[in-house]
């Protein structure tokens, strides 16, 4: 079968490999659909944490159910996602029922090869059903489901303003469970196109460009003088993330779904003063997967308006570099495979 594998930062190359072999407790998936992230280009960076090369990408996937054991819930021929992160099922985290976070994770196609190739294996237990959705709408599940697993963890409470740091698809996708949540949502990115697209597409309450020069001046006429009661980081931008906690009304929570290789640095007095929250989303667990199904059957959230940009998997390792640069436009880029 054929692969696409990162050797190394800034190259890719197509490779043969034999195709999986079922093996118990395991299932193999004929890949339709991949979802290119911001895991995927950061690796292509070299700015990946956690990371080792040569690696085969992708764990935004969707496909079709060929072979499994110990699936009885499944059908051969099924349109299925997946959990893309694989946990022990022993440590701390595992046993608290909090595998997102499982001290011995394996991301697919972070800490293992991933999704970029014609068929995958997977355990059988991280299966998802598709509840008629289609290839387009599963491959964003996951995506969308770290930002809803965010908007979990911030606890959002109706009519609480929201300021999500961010606006690529992680960014978005928290911005929609936050309204779906009840929140007021304000946007802040530094990509005029992007804000753009958070208004007139998700219609996000408000906008704010970053590189204003009056951004807390903004924030607090928005929010009455109060300043957001929950602030949450989708830039990873070691940068952003220590400037938002100036943003922070006394009170309130911020939440880090962005990841960076730095060290936060912050005023402890500032945060103090305000009895502040930090906490980091990592993942997402399969009731964040059955939020999002649930909500795009709803239509509480249109997935295929996030994607911009459409390749062959052939023509992937010829465009990846130009889905890195802000002036192609991209918010989501999804490859085929016929």
């Known amino acids: 079968m054929k692969t696409l594998i990162c050797i190394e930062p800034g190259m890719l190359e197509y490779d ?33 944490p956690y990371f080792e090369y040569p690696r085969v990408l992708g764990h935004e996937l ?7 054991d110990n699936a009885p819930d499944f059908k051969t021929g099924e349109q299925v996602t997946f959990i893309p992160y694989f946990n022990c ?6 046993r608290s029922g909090d595998p997102n976070y499982c001290v011995n994770i394996k991301v697919c196609g972070v800490h293992i090869d991933g999704g970029m190739a ?30 809803a697993h965010g908007v979990k963890r911030a606890s959002i409470k109706p009519g609480e303003f929201v300021l999500v740091i961010g606006a690529g698809p992680i960014g978005l996708g928290t911005m929609e469970f936050a309204r779906i949540a009840g929140a007021k949502v304000i946007a802040l990115d530094i990509n005029e196109a992007r804000l753009k697209f958070c208004k007139e597409k998700l219609k996000v309450d408000f906008t704010i460009n970053a590189l204003s020069a009056d951004v807390l001046q903004q924030l607090k006429e928005i929010t009455n003088g109060d300043m957001p009661t929950v602030v949450i980081d989708a830039t990873g931008n070691l940068k952003a993330i220590n400037n938002a906690f100036q943003y922070m009304a006394h009170g309130a929570r ?30 997402a667990t399969r009731a964040d997967f059955e939020h999002v199904i649930d909500s795009m059957k709803k239509g509480l ?35 085929s495979i016929d």
């Not at 099922?89 to 595992?94: D, P, R, S, T």
């Not at 249109?302 to 010829?318: A, C, Q, S």
Request: aromatic residues 8%; glycine residues 12%.
């Open 62 to 68: 969707a496909g079709e159910l060929i072979a499994f």
């Open 254 to 283: 911020y939440v880090l779904i962005g990841l960076q290789k730095g060290d936060i640095s912050f005023s402890h007095p500032e945060f103090h003063k305000r009895e502040g929250t930090l906490m980091s989303s990592r993942n």
């Open 118 to 147: 014609e068929y995958l294996m997977v355990p059988s237990h991280t299966l998802v059903h598709g509840e008629g959705l289609g290839f387009d709408e599963l491959a964003l599940v996951e995506p969308l489901a770290i930002g």
């Open 301 to 335: 959230i249109d997935p295929l308006t996030y994607i911009t940009h459409r390749v062959g998997f052939g023509e992937v390792k010829d465009s990846f570099e130009s889905w890195l640069k802000p002036e192609t436009g991209v918010i989501k880029a999804m490859v």
């Open 16 to 48: 043969e490999k034999d195709k999986p072999v079922l093996k118990e407790g395991h299932a193999i998936i004929k890949i339709k659909r991949i979802g290119i992230c911001g895991t995927d280009l950061h690796a292509f960076e070299g700015t990946q």
């Open 89 to 94: 099922g022993h440590c701390i985290a595992c």
